[in-house]
C-alpha cells in the first residue's frame, strides 16, 4: 500500500475545501451551478394579445456561428448549451379598464440570473428606454431564473378612428398561445381588436416616422386580420425559415386594403432581397398565397449568421 505524505493529503484536502467553497460562491451570488428550470412564456404571458419569443435552445449551431460573427470569439458548443437562456420574450395587453397597453419583458435563465439582476446596466430600464413607462424601474427575478421587466404606455385612442368592421366573437374568447416549437415566434391575436390598437399604441409611444397617409394606410389595412401567427427556424447549413399566416376577416378578403397588405409585405421581401444581394450576396426566395381565409407567406435566407449579424446587430450592415 502506498504512504501518501500527510503535507500531500493536507494540500488535496484544502484544494478541495477551496473548490467547494467556489461552488458555493459561485450558486449563492451568480447562480451559476444548478441550472434553473425553463419558466414556460404561458406563466407571464397568460391573456396577452401580442407575442414575441426566442428561444436559443431551438438553433444552437445558429447562436454559436452568431456570436463567433459578431465579436470573433468561438464559444464551445457544451458551454453555449449550458449558459445560453432558456428563452426570453416580450408580451403587449390593451387594458381597456386602465386605457394603458401594459408589456411585459422576461427571460428564463438556465444559469446566472442573480448576476444579471445585479448588473449596473440594467439597474435603471428608463435609462435604456425612456419612452415608455417602467414600473418598476428595474429588472425583478419572481423567481429563479426568472427575469422580468414591466412596463406600460397610453392607449392610442386615435387609432380607433382607423377601424371599419366591428371586431369581437361571442362569448368568452379562448386564450391563445404560440407553440413553443420554433426558434423565433410571433402571434398577434385580432380576434377583439386588442392587438391592433397596442400595434397602434406603440408606433405612437415609439413615433415611428410614417406619414400620415402611410400610417393610416397600415393600420386600416391591419385591422383585417384576426389572427397572426409568425416563426422563423435556423437550419444546421445556415439557412432561415420565414412563416407567416395571416387569418383575414372574411368579409374582407377582396378589400382593397388587405390586397395591398400583402402585396406590401412581398414588396418588402423583395427589396430586401435585392439590398441583401447586393450588399452581402444573400439570396432571398419565396412568395405568398392564399389557403381560403389564410394568407400564407413562406421565404427563406441563406447565410443567415451574416444576414442577422450585419442587418440587424451591425449599425454598418444596416445600412448596408
Known amino acids: 500500500m502506498i504512504s501518501v505524505p500527510k503535507k500531500v493529503k493536507y494540500s488535496f484536502g484544502f484544494i478541495g475545501i477551496l473548490l467547494l467553497l467556489t461552488l458555493v460562491i459561485a450558486e449563492w451570488r451568480f ?18 394579445n401580442v407575442v414575441i419569443v426566442v428561444q436559443p435552445e431551438k438553433a444552437p449551431h445558429f447562436v454559436q456561428s452568431l456570436v463567433r460573427e459578431v465579436s470573433d470569439y468561438s464559444v464551445p458548443m457544451w458551454i453555449l448549451r449550458a449558459s445560453m437562456p432558456h428563452e426570453f420574450g416580450v408580451a403587449l395587453l390593451e387594458d381597456e379598464a386602465t386605457g394603458v397597453v401594459d408589456i411585459s419583458v422576461y427571460g428564463s435563465l438556465k444559469r ?29 427575478s419572481p423567481q429563479r431564473g426568472v427575469l422580468l421587466g414591466t ?17 369581437g366573437e361571442p362569448g368568452l374568447l379562448v386564450p391563445k398561445s404560440i407553440s413553443g416549437d420554433h426558434f423565433w415566434e410571433l ?25 400620415k397617409e402611410n400610417m393610416d394606410i397600415l393600420l386600416s389595412s391591419i385591422q383585417f386580420v384576426v389572427m ?9 447549413d445556415d439557412v432561415m425559415s420565414i412563416s407567416i399566416d395571416m387569418d383575414i376577416i372574411p368579409a374582407a378578403r377582396n378589400r382593397v386594403g388587405v390586397l395591398n397588405m400583402k402585396g406590401a409585405i412581398d414588396e418588402g421581401f423583395t427589396e430586401l432581397g435585392k439590398r441583401l444581394v447586393e450588399s452581402h450576396g444573400i439570396q432571398v426566395e419565396g412568395g405568398s398565397d392564399w389557403n381560403e381565409m389564410t394568407i400564407e407567406f413562406r421565404y427563406t435566407i441563406d447565410q443567415a449568421t451574416q444576414f442577422v449579424g450585419h442587418y440587424f446587430l451591425d449599425d454598418g450592415g444596416a445600412d448596408g
Open 31 to 48: 447562480n451559476a451551478v444548478r441550472t434553473s428550470p425553463h419558466i414556460y412564456r404561458n406563466t407571464l404571458t397568460q391573456d396577452a
Open 151 to 167: 412596463a406600460s404606455i397610453i392607449s392610442d385612442v386615435d387609432a380607433l378612428d382607423q377601424i371599419f368592421l366591428q371586431w
Open 228 to 236: 397572426l401567427r409568425a416563426y422563423a427556424d435556423v437550419s444546421e
Open 112 to 140: 446566472f440570473g442573480i448576476a444579471v439582476v445585479s448588473m449596473d446596466a440594467l439597474s435603471s430600464l428608463s435609462a435604456l428606454e425612456n419612452r415608455i413607462d417602467w414600473e418598476p424601474d428595474g429588472l425583478s
Open 187 to 211: 402571434m398577434f391575436d385580432n380576434r377583439a381588436g386588442k392587438a391592433y390598437l397596442s400595434m397602434a399604441s406603440m408606433m405612437t409611444a415609439f413615433d415611428y416616422k410614417f406619414s
